[in-house]
């Protein structure tokens, strides 16, 4: 199994941009998230999604869209960048299961700097 | 929200010696505990876990314990190693497991 693939792995975009990081996993995973890293602040949830059609906010979803057409892919759409957007944006996804809790999967990041 | 605290926030150790580190949370509701391992440029990986009817879990070289009264919990790893050098990060969920908060995280460097 490839596990949790993220591209690209590094991006740079100009103010005002738009872009889609795109993120996959082979495991059949119900649960899919995106965070973001910042230094001194640890990772925080963008959006998730518990299975394909179904997505909810985080804790800092403005700025960002995400959809869930599949159960493998889990897109993050920048719809116009800005530079409080520089970050590294992590994808993970988990067995799920409500009350029940599993081991999240990370991916490899992609690191993105807004000009 | 749950908040998370971690402690310290850089932790700098001699080969051979133990490292602890320490997370605080608010929400009394929160109920799984997992602490993640992140290497340079890679992303987060899982090395241990608790639930909160537990007080404490070992495997090898790394543990973790719960205070439940006390709403806190910490990593402690012995024996370090070069390659125990990384990030960490602890976490907490209170509703479920999709909702992870994460602490700061600890920026362990061991010393040969």
């Known amino acids: 199994n490839a596990g949790v693939t993220q591209t690209p792995k590094f991006q740079v975009l100009k103010t005002g941009q738009s872009m889609t990081l795109q993120c996959a996993q082979d495991?059949?995973?119900?649960?899919m998230s995106w965070y973001r890293q910042d230094p001194g602040m640890g990772l925080r949830l963008i959006h998730y999604?518990?299975?394909?059609?179904?997505?909810d906010q985080g804790e800092v979803p403005n700025g960002y869209n995400v959809s869930r057409s599949t159960t493998e892919d889990f897109p993050l759409r920048l719809l116009s960048a800005a530079p409080s957007q520089t970050s590294v944006y992590f994808c993970?996804?988990?067995?799920?299961?409500?009350?029940?809790?599993?081991?999240?999967?990370f991916g490899p990041g992609t690191r993105l700097t807004v000009t | 929200g749950e908040n998370v605290e971690q402690h310290p926030s850089t932790l700098s150790v001699q080969e051979g010696d133990s490292a602890v580190i320490k997370c605080t949370y608010s929400?009394?509701?929160?109920?799984?505990f997992p602490w993640y391992k992140q290497e340079l440029g890679k992303g987060p990986q899982l090395i241990i876990d608790?639930?909160?009817?537990?007080g404490e879990k070992k495997d090898q070289r790394i543990a973790v314990t719960l205070n439940k009264t006390a709403k806190h919990f910490s990593l402690h790893i012995t024996e370090t190693q070069p390659e125990d050098s990384a990030v960490y990060f602890c976490?907490?969920?209170?509703?479920?497991?999709?909702?992870?908060?994460f602490g700061a995280g600890t920026t362990v460097t061991v010393r040969a």
């Open positions: 993970a996804s988990s067995y799920g299961g409500t009350g029940v809790s599993y081991e999240q999967y």
């Open positions: 495991m059949n995973h119900e649960y």
């Open positions: 999604s518990v299975g394909a059609g179904i997505t």
């Open positions: 929400d009394s509701a929160s109920n799984y």
């Open positions: 608790i639930r909160s009817n537990v």
């Open positions: 976490a907490a969920t209170t509703h479920n497991d999709y909702k992870l908060s």
